[in-house]
């Protein structure tokens, strides 16, 4: 889905790079010497703490 806007296609940026999709954390993953399932763990971890605060 581009993660960020709820289509449910994890490899599809809907023709707009900028959004957030399995390649994001593909790159993501390799910036930081990680596996992309550890990439999104990280940032679910994150988000978690992120949205508690709002």
């Known amino acids: 889905m581009c993660y960020n806007c709820g289509c449910g296609k994890p490899g599809d940026d809907m023709g707009d790079p900028k959004n957030i999709t399995d390649?994001?954390?593909?790159?993501?993953?390799?910036?930081?010497?990680?596996?992309?399932?550890?990439?999104k763990k990280k940032t679910l971890e994150l988000l978690k703490i992120v949205l508690k605060k709002e």
């Open 23 to 39: 390649k994001t954390f593909e790159e993501a993953a390799k910036a930081s010497k990680q596996t992309p399932n550890e990439a």
